[in-house]
């Protein structure tokens, strides 16, 4: 698609989490995806190289009085949703809807006012009530598919969404708030959380086009909230269909889902592997 368009293809390394990061693991995405025949600009953007830049723009979202910190596990999540309600418990991109239990003791109790310098190894979340009146403040405009610009809570989407969802997909604060409520954007073991770390990067790079699956979809608004705060552009989205298994489910490296370099050591080629997802 990047070379269709007379542009760049990106890679980027997600190992802000150096729990889950290695080396070697590192190394195996290089070499499978130069089998494959895919190139990129070197060097690669790490996000364990940009901790800085996040921590700049977590600062940004503390002065203008919209973050908070949490302590909430994920247990007294779940059981603050579960009573005394009945029936399913909500749930967004993130999981579980934070009910917001820190939050509604913040406003009470005022325990940081904006000028106070933000809290570290804290788990911070977003207040998506106030970040979305404050993000309606900023004109933010995004080229059409037919040309001009409209501006609006939104994003253009090229590829499709899990039911088809395609073109301008717009959506209103509450969307925002009842639908994905206040995400965590730092987390305590290793400061920026992705949906942060995620939107700092495409700004960074020049980004135009993110070309990532169906499963990120939903989270699409809470980026464009993000980058209204902060005032960066939105890109075009291509979100495009998983990869699953003869039951239909989601190949995912948790359940350890087949490596390419397993097929290559089947005798498979790139050809193959093309064929394989459609392409």
Same mark, same amino acid.
């Given at each position: 698609?990047?070379?269709?368009?007379?542009?760049?293809?990106?890679?980027?390394?997600?190992?802000?989490?150096?729990?889950?990061?290695?080396?070697?693991?590192?190394?195996?995405?290089?070499?499978?995806?130069?089998?494959?025949?895919?190139?990129?600009?070197?060097?690669?953007?790490?996000?364990?190289?940009?901790l800085v830049e996040y921590e700049t723009?977590?600062?940004?979202?503390?002065?203008?009085?919209?973050?908070?910190?949490?302590?909430?596990?994920?247990?007294?999540?779940?059981?603050?949703?579960?009573?005394?309600? %009945? &029936?399913?418990? @909500?749930? $967004?991109?993130? +999981? *579980? #809807?934070?009910?917001?239990?820190?939050?509604?003791?913040?406003?009470?109790?005022?325990?940081?006012?904006?000028?106070?310098?933000?809290?570290?190894?804290?788990?911070?979340?977003?207040?998506?009530?106030?970040?979305?009146?404050?993000?309606?403040?900023?004109?933010?405009?995004?080229?059409?598919?037919?040309?001009?610009?409209?501006?609006?809570?939104?994003?253009?989407? %090229? &590829?499709?969404? @899990?039911? $088809?969802?395609? +073109? *301008? #997909?717009?959506?209103?604060?509450?969307?925002?708030?009842?639908?994905?409520?206040?995400?965590?954007?730092?987390?305590?073991?290793?400061?920026?959380?992705?949906?942060?770390?995620v939107v700092i990067d495409d700004a960074?790079?020049?980004?135009?086009?993110?070309?990532?699956?169906?499963?990120?979809?939903?989270?699409?608004?809470?980026?464009?909230?993000?980058?209204?705060?902060?005032?960066?552009?939105?890109?075009?989205?291509?979100?495009?269909?998983?990869?699953?298994?003869?039951?239909?489910?989601?190949?995912?490296?948790?359940?350890?889902?087949?490596?390419?370099?397993?097929?290559?050591?089947?005798?498979?080629t790139p050809a193959d592997i093309r064929?394989?997802?459609?392409?």
């Open positions: 698609m990047a070379e269709a368009a007379g542009g760049t293809f990106h890679l980027r390394i997600d190992d802000i989490d150096q729990n889950r990061a290695r080396p070697d693991w590192e190394a195996r995405i290089y070499d499978d995806l130069t089998w494959l025949g895919l190139t990129w600009p070197k060097p690669v953007r790490r996000e364990s190289d940009s723009a977590l600062d940004t979202l503390w002065q203008m009085g919209l973050l908070y910190p949490c302590t909430c596990s994920r247990r007294d999540i779940r059981d603050a949703l579960s009573a005394p309600q %009945e &029936g399913a418990l @909500p749930i $967004g991109p993130d +999981g *579980l #809807i934070y009910p917001g239990t820190c939050r509604e003791k913040m406003r009470l109790e005022r325990t940081f006012p904006e000028d106070n310098p933000r809290p570290r190894n804290t788990t911070l979340r977003l207040d998506m009530e106030l970040a979305c009146q404050r993000a309606e403040t900023f004109e933010h405009r995004i080229d059409t598919p037919t040309g001009g610009w409209h501006s609006y809570a939104g994003f253009i989407e %090229e &590829g499709s969404g @899990p039911n $088809g969802e395609t +073109g *301008l #997909i717009e959506f209103t604060a509450q969307d925002m708030i009842a639908g994905i409520g206040d995400v965590v954007v730092a987390r305590q073991e290793f400061g920026a959380a992705y949906h942060l770390a960074a790079q020049g980004i135009t086009h993110v070309v990532r699956g169906q499963d990120l979809f939903a989270a699409t608004a809470i980026h464009v909230v993000l980058q209204r705060l902060l005032q960066l552009p939105t890109p075009t989205y291509h979100h495009h269909r998983l990869i699953r298994d003869e039951n239909g489910k989601r190949l995912a490296k948790r359940d350890d889902a087949r490596a390419i370099a397993t097929y290559r050591d089947e005798g498979l064929a394989k997802v459609g392409l």
